[in-house]
């Protein structure tokens, strides 16, 4: 990844690897409908996790690779999806040779990339016409209670962390630079659901980054606090279920044919 301190913090998700698998959002079909091209044959799962958008890729195109960093994730990964070429790799050096994709899509992980060097990478990978393509699901703040049980969680956090009894709101990452090697962005933004009972919202929860930097016992804290609120503030116990509100953002891009990496 692009740093020594963004590199560590990108893997350190392995560390809660079955948690991650089993709460992290997957992605809406919507999405993909309008990322993938209509001739796509192969296509490259970049930071591919343990597999939230591999899974919807299957059925949808014939050759799937998934690129991921982290030897936890891409056993896991091997597990959901068999069917896939799973290799070791980061955005900023890939095992392909040139021209491989059709298309390369990340989901929640170009914020860990370093755009200077990830962007000519990327570029190598793509055939010219190819689609680059980038998505995050977030939970929708703009529904007021999701946007205070996100103040809740990350107040938590911030004193579990020694931080004090408050913290700042997330920065918003940098969209990827086109330069000359790539068309123009298009944008798109949709919002969609996930069924969720009081566990999930702590499972999902415990899987943002700023919740795996806490200590063991930390998070341990902020999950039963985390679980509390869900009971007491939106009525969650045993499998009582609600609707979560995710709000979902896709950048697309084409590979310039007359640019050279």
């Known amino acids: 990844m692009g740093t020594v301190d963004s590199g560590a913090r990108a893997l350190s998700f392995g560390e809660i690897v079955d948690r991650y698998d089993r709460y992290r959002p997957s992605v809406p079909p919507e ?28 059925g949808r195109v014939r050759h799937i690779v998934a690129v991921e960093p982290d030897p936890r994730m891409r056993e896991t990964l091997a597990v959901n999806c068999p069917q896939v070429r799973l290799l070791p790799g980061t955005a900023e050096q890939m095992p392909l040779p040139d021209g491989q994709a059709d298309a390369l899509l990340i989901a929640m992980a170009w914020h860990w990339m370093d755009p200077q060097r990830a962007m000519p990478e990327i570029a190598r990978v793509l055939r010219g016409g190819g689609t680059f393509g980038v998505l995050w699901n977030h939970r929708d703040v703009s529904v007021p209670w999701v946007a205070e049980l996100d103040r809740f969680t990350r107040a938590l956090r911030a004193r579990e962390s020694g931080g004090g009894g408050a913290a700042q709101a997330p920065g918003r990452a940098l969209d990827p630079p086109p330069g000359t090697l790539f068309s123009p962005l298009v944008e798109m933004r949709m919002t969609w659901s996930m069924t969720v009972t009081a566990e999930e919202i702590v499972g999902l929860l415990g899987t943002d980054a700023s919740a795996i930097a806490l200590p063991a016992e930390a998070r341990r804290a902020v999950d039963e606090q985390v679980a509390r609120y869900a009971r007491d503030e939106l009525g969650l116990s045993g499998d009582r279920t609600i609707e979560l509100p995710v709000a979902c953002r896709c950048l697309r891009t084409t590979r310039n044919p007359d640019s050279a990496p």
Do not use: E, S
Not at 36 to 58: F, S, W
């Open 31 to 58: 999405a993909l409908d309008w990322l993938l091209p209509d001739d796509c044959g192969t296509v490259v799962d970049l930071a591919a996790g343990t597999g939230a958008l591999t899974r919807r890729l299957v």
